[in-house]
């Protein structure tokens, strides 16, 4: 129960920091490593718990909240979607076991 309420609350408070990043104009570097570890927190979690779509999300939520130069940023996003198709083409194309009669 508690891990649930945890999963749907998290989303919303790591979207909302990352809306007020851009007024804290100081800290936000801070503002960003805080929402970067704590959707790193959450994916851990959500592997643990072989949810894989949740860590997918906070996945590409940590990447493009991490402290990385943004053109590594789009080439991380783009390795994930890369090997997410890769990986459904694997599944979709898998041989698949013949029923004789």
């Known amino acids: 129960m508690s891990v649930t309420i945890f999963k749907w609350i998290s989303l919303p408070v790591l979207l909302t920091g990352s809306l007020f990043a ?31 779509l949740w860590a997918a999300a906070f996945l590409c939520v940590a990447v493009v909240f991490s402290p990385l130069v943004l053109i590594i940023k789009i080439f991380l996003l783009l390795s994930f979607t890369c090997i997410a198709a890769l990986a459904g083409l694997y599944v979709a194309l898998k041989p698949q076991p013949v029923e004789t009669l």
């Open 22 to 52: 851009r007024f804290a104009w100081d800290y936000e570097i801070v503002v960003n490593l805080l929402v970067f570890a704590g959707a790193l927190v959450v994916v851990k979690r959500a592997v643990a718990l072989r949810e894989f």
